[in-house]
């Protein structure tokens, strides 16, 4: 990245033609690639979720079943436990064929398309319990896609590409979610019989259809090329193995799952603590930390609206159909401005837009049920978090080590994402206790620590853009 001075802003024909060139890596075939498996990777989240609860209300599922079975989508949470199975184990036959990243994939993609299958032939009126495997299967294949994409993604290009990966990602993560959600239900709308109230066949449609869009994910998954990296010997991993191997009263089956265990679960985050030492800590303090203001306050964000007197279709236009476009916006400029200015700068500004954000929520509620105010909020908050998330996911990305792509990014994916939900489960509490102006003044606050750990990190852990193999 060549360093800007005033006299480059001055002149703005040299100043058009850098962001041009930085808008271009939009058309860059890894970052196409990226918007179909984002497509992909978006689709079946609230196919076992928010859609399946409609559905299963239609059908006559009591509320309490309904939140029972909610907890399928916990599979997404803990995808970390089993993240490096598909960083080490190859799959008999289709890793010989596609490599170890596209055969994972391929792999998750079939089981979803079996699991929407299964879901789509069954009743909850007579089955529940089927259908809840069926959705099982999907939930953890689904997180199983989402491991090998991220991977994939990681290893396609170098750091300064990320942010564009990401938020190609982002753009096709979103539009698959319209479709598995409003989709779904306009789909099973059109085809359910006149005057019935539950219509089973209709749903059955619904799911086949989102089952033969999943196809989309299939034909990318075998089109593209599988990242060429080339694998390092680690010196605290093969170190680790021999110390195994002089165990001599273990039998030779368990010398063997020890071996595996070292090298695919214990060694990912051995390294990262190797690689960065003492700073470390402190990049596992920013990575838990940086979604904070974000993540607390919409906790409690569709609550704050319908307290404020919205109805449900302002909340729903302006909140989901322009809020969403918003963050879609957010990200594409995220991956810009990362390509242009760097990814530290952008990290350091998503993270002080996220904070300065939530004060205008604090006006919006001493302004009332104003629409104008609500829509300047929402462009305000999803553009900034989109920009911050399009960084941070280039930042995370930049930090792990290819050897161990797929289980180091599942864990800063989950520690992304543990104190923040956590500290927004007492949201309801705060705002009992000091109203909904001074709550979001306090998840603004929030935000000025990860200030401190982004410069601190800045300084002391650099960015220069080269993946670490060491």
């Known amino acids: 990245m060549r360093p800007w001075s005033w006299t480059t802003i001055l002149r703005p024909d040299s100043w058009g033609r850098r962001w041009l060139d930085s808008l271009k890596i939009y058309g860059h075939p890894k970052v196409r690639v990226m918007l179909f498996l984002g497509f992909s990777s978006g689709l079946p989240l609230l196919l076992v979720f928010g859609t399946l609860s409609v559905w299963l209300r ?11 079975v909610s907890w399928v989508a916990l599979a997404y949470a803990f995808k970390w436990v089993w993240s490096p199975l598909v960083d080490k184990l190859p799959l008999p036959v289709l890793s010989k064929k596609l490599g170890r990243r596209r055969a994972w994939l391929l792999f998750a993609q079939v089981a979803v398309i079996g699991g929407l299958l299964g879901m789509a032939f069954s009743n909850p009126a007579e089955n529940l319990t089927g259908l809840v495997w069926f959705a099982v299967l999907v939930a953890f294949a689904s997180a199983t896609q989402d491991i090998a994409i991220d991977a994939f993604r990681i290893e396609s290009a170098e750091s300064s590409k990320q942010a564009a990966l990401a938020a190609a990602y982002m753009v096709g993560y979103r539009l698959a979610m319209i479709l598995s959600s409003a989709g779904v239900l306009w789909i099973a709308a059109w085809v359910q019989a006149a005057d019935v109230k539950y219509d089973l066949h209709a749903w059955s449609v619904a799911y086949m259809v989102m089952a033969a869009v999943m196809l989309v994910g299939v034909v990318t998954t075998l089109v593209v090329a599988e990242p060429k990296v080339v694998l390092q010997e680690n010196a605290v991993e093969e170190a680790g ?36 030492r003492w700073q470390a800590v402190l990049l596992l303090a920013l990575i838990a930390s940086y ?118 990014y599942a864990l800063f994916s989950s520690v992304m994402l543990l104190f923040p939900k956590f500290i927004g489960g007492f949201s309801g509490v705060l705002v009992e206790n000091i109203d909904y102006t001074g709550f979001f003044m306090l998840t603004a606050a929030m935000g000025l620590p990860v200030l401190v750990l982004v410069a601190l990190a800045w300084r002391y852990v650099p960015v220069n853009g080269e993946r670490r193999n060491d």
Request: hydrophobic share 60%.
């Open 291 to 408: 979604r904070i203001s974000d993540i607390v306050l919409g906790v409690i964000a569709n609550v704050f609206y319908i307290d404020m007197g919205f109805t449900k279709t302002q909340i729903a236009d302006v909140t989901k159909v322009f809020g969403i476009i918003m963050t879609l916006l957010g990200a594409v400029l995220g991956g810009v401005l990362v390509t242009r200015f760097g990814v530290m700068r952008i990290l350091f500004l998503g993270a002080l837009l996220a904070a300065g954000t939530n004060i205008l929520f604090s006006l919006l509620a001493q302004a009332g049920p104003e629409v104008g105010m609500l829509m300047l909020v929402v462009a305000a908050d999803n553009l900034s978090a989109g920009l911050a998330t399009a960084a941070f996911v280039a930042y995370l990305s930049g930090l792990t080590n290819v050897s161990y792509s797929a289980t180091q």
């Open 241 to 276: 193995v021999r110390r195994i191997h002089r165990i001599s009263w273990l039998s030779a089956w368990a010398l063997n799952v020890l071996d595996w265990l070292w090298r695919a679960v214990i060694s990912p985050f051995v390294d990262f603590i190797r690689r960065y």
């Open 58 to 68: 239609e059908a006559g599922v009591s509320r309490a079943t309904i939140g029972f």
